[in-house]
């Protein structure tokens, strides 16, 4: 399988999700198909399932939803061939002006939204919210993506839905790229990984750099924004949005002691958490003892 980046997300993070994921909440899993691959590209199918997280973690089931859509704009023959969604089988569906009611009251009363990849399926919502003279989703939702859980399984393989399922026997009857079979495949991806966190293989990293350098960048979108610590070992950074770590390509990440790194960072600053780290844009540099904020 196709190797990728390598990402580290801390005990804290497992921890606020099975913190937030609670008994008797409603969590919409989503997949969206769209006319072309850019960031608010026209939906042409969507797909959800509306869970209920049970106390032990499994996701019953109460309701589905699945529709196809007639866009404005023709669907590329690379989705075509993707998904098997031609202009010819959309040239009957209803257009999205008459489906976004359906798809806004099936989401609009959940506490969570799930996907894989999901900030990628809710741009494609967003797109269609603002199309329709809304400036926004209904509300704020927790957000939940097996993309990153799939992560702190496994650091080194290919993240992509099918690759995930396969690798964990949850692919069974699934056709993927069709929007509402890659929503059961989430569903089941999910269900598995929150079961697991509990048992999840810690970090082998084992290497204790010494941090030299800390400092914020912005990104030219915000949703890359980061905090970069550098050290005796190489250039490791944060995301803060997504509360992410990873490493410049000259930095060996899986040697280091990541939990150890983000603990000492955190201290550096006269900080108490994460979140705390998480709102940092200054700089700091060891050697002097100086801090910028």
């Known amino acids: 399988m196709k190797k990728e980046n390598i990402y580290f997300r801390s005990r804290s993070y497992k921890e606020y999700i099975k913190n937030t994921l609670l008994p008797g909440m409603a969590v919409a899993i989503i997949d969206a198909e769209t006319v072309g691959l850019d960031k608010y590209d026209e939906i042409i199918q969507f797909a959800a399932e509306k869970v209920v997280v049970q106390p032990d973690y499994s996701l019953k089931v109460v309701s589905d939803f699945n ?21 010819d089988f ?13 798809i806004d009251d099936f989401i609009k009363d959940v506490a969570g939204i799930a996907g894989h990849n999901v900030n990628f399926d809710i741009y494609k919502l967003m797109g269609m919210y ?3 003279g809304h400036v926004s989703l209904p509300k704020t939702y927790q957000i939940y993506d097996t993309l990153e859980m799939s ?61 030299e350098t800390i ?34 390509n000259d930095t060996d990440i899986t040697i280091l002691d990541m939990e150890y790194i983000q603990d000492e960072a955190v201290k550096m600053l006269g900080m108490n958490s994460l979140e705390e780290f998480s709102k940092y844009k200054g700089s700091y540099i060891h050697q002097k003892g100086m801090k910028n904020v």
């Not at 023709?74 to 061939?81: E, L």
């Not at 959309?90 to 359906?102: A, D, G, I, T």
């Not at 990104?219 to 949005?241: A, L, Q, W």
């Open 151 to 211: 992560r702190d399984f496994d650091h080194k393989n290919s993240h992509k839905l099918s690759d995930v399922a396969k690798e964990y026997g949850l692919d069974t009857d699934i056709t993927f790229h069709n929007a509402m079979d890659d929503v059961k495949a989430t569903k089941r991806i999910m269900e598995y990984f929150v079961k697991s966190y509990d048992n999840i293989v810690p970090w082998e990293g084992t290497v204790k750099p010494k941090i």
């Open 215 to 248: 400092s914020y960048y912005e990104m030219p979108s915000h949703k890359e924004n980061r905090i970069y610590i550098n050290t005796d070992c190489g250039t490791v950074y944060f995301n803060v949005y997504y509360r992410i770590w990873g490493a410049k």
């Open 90 to 102: 959309l040239s009957n569906k209803r257009p999205e002006e008459v489906e976004f009611s359906f």
């Open 130 to 132: 603002f199309r329709q």
């Open 67 to 87: 529709t196809y859509i007639r866009p404005t704009e023709p669907v590329s023959p690379k989705i075509t061939k993707l998904t098997g969604i031609s202009n």
